[in-house]
């Protein structure tokens, strides 16, 4: 068996993003380079890791078992540059945080480009995911930091507030539903609706809730980002779900009427989490001291 850190990287890689083909992308290896080090690797033992299908690949027993021991190398590994770092300049260290959809484009932007400048020697590979899956890569030892959901099951977790983030609906000042009750979100399921693309954390949470009601959101059509679906919304397209802190920032002077919702899942918190905010290596700890001390000065 010759596995190097590169090999387990890419097959981290192409689980957590569910092909081949964006796994190699996430390493910088071409694809025909990324299959071969994967044959390679089951070539080497004889087993399949990888079960492939028409819509990705998924692990085998043997994969699973892979995957839980390329972390915790991988995670030694970091360690150890870091613990070197003093002894050699320009060793740089790596963070791996994972966030929700809004916490990525409404409050991490200023945030992470100040804490990186900084922190010359420290990186940060920043993902976008569902909360969910947030919490079950941080107890799996895949990510350093997260920020999710209060919705989610943080059992396990450390975690600390972040930010309140309630969600609003938004309408054309002349749709049906801006006058008289304010509608619940069954309500709104009879309408159509403009949506942040498919694979956004958020439009992910959204058609959960839906289908929680037996429902599905009618998505008339995506847009990237929210300033995009507010414009669409303020133009006559549809309805919206947007995070207020979007619509605050982003609205101007768009015709839009919002609406609070009264959903429980609506009304939002994020919270900054790790499988243990003791242990975290010293470059985390770093910008984990910097994304709670924001949290303590705006919220005291």
Request: charged share 20%; with cysteine; proline share 6%.
């Amino acid at each position: 068996m010759h596995f190097d850190l590169t090999d387990l990287r890419l097959y981290l890689h192409i689980l957590d993003t569910g092909n081949i083909t964006a796994g190699a992308a996430r390493s910088h290896l071409s694809l025909a380079a990324a299959s071969a080090r994967i044959r390679a690797m089951e070539a080497s033992l004889g087993i399949d890791f990888l079960e492939r299908g028409r819509r990705g690949v998924t692990p085998t027993p043997a994969g699973k078992a892979l995957a839980q021991h390329a972390r915790t190398l991988l995670q030694h590994a970091e360690r150890m540059q870091q613990d070197l770092a003093e002894y050699a300049k320009g060793v740089k260290g790596q963070i791996r945080l994972l966030s929700n959809t809004t916490a990525l484009t409404e409050y991490l932007p200023e945030l992470l480009a100040d804490f990186l400048c900084q922190h010359p020697n420290l990186d940060i590979d920043l993902q976008e995911l569902p909360s969910a899956r947030i919490t079950h890569a941080l107890r799996q030892g895949a990510a350093d930091l997260g920020i999710v959901s209060n919705a989610v099951d943080t059992h396990t977790l450390d975690t600390l507030p972040f930010r309140d983030d309630p969600l609003v609906l938004i309408m054309p000042p002349d749709h049906p539903l801006a006058s008289g009750e304010p509608p619940t979100f069954s309500d709104t399921l009879q309408h159509q609706y403009v949506g942040l693309t498919a694979n956004s954390a958020l439009a992910v949470y959204l058609e959960e809730q839906a289908l929680h009601t037996g429902l599905r959101m009618q998505i008339r059509v995506r847009a990237e980002g929210f300033d995009a679906v507010m414009r669409m919304v303020a133009h006559g397209a549809g309805l919206a779900i947007v995070p207020l802190a979007a619509l605050r920032r982003g609205s101007g002077d768009q015709p839009l009427t919002c609406v609070a919702l009264k959903e429980p899942w609506a009304q939002r918190k994020l919270l900054l989490c790790a499988r243990s905010f003791d242990h975290l290596p010293g470059y985390a700890r770093a910008l984990f001291e910097a994304l709670g001390s924001v949290n303590r000065s705006e919220n005291p």
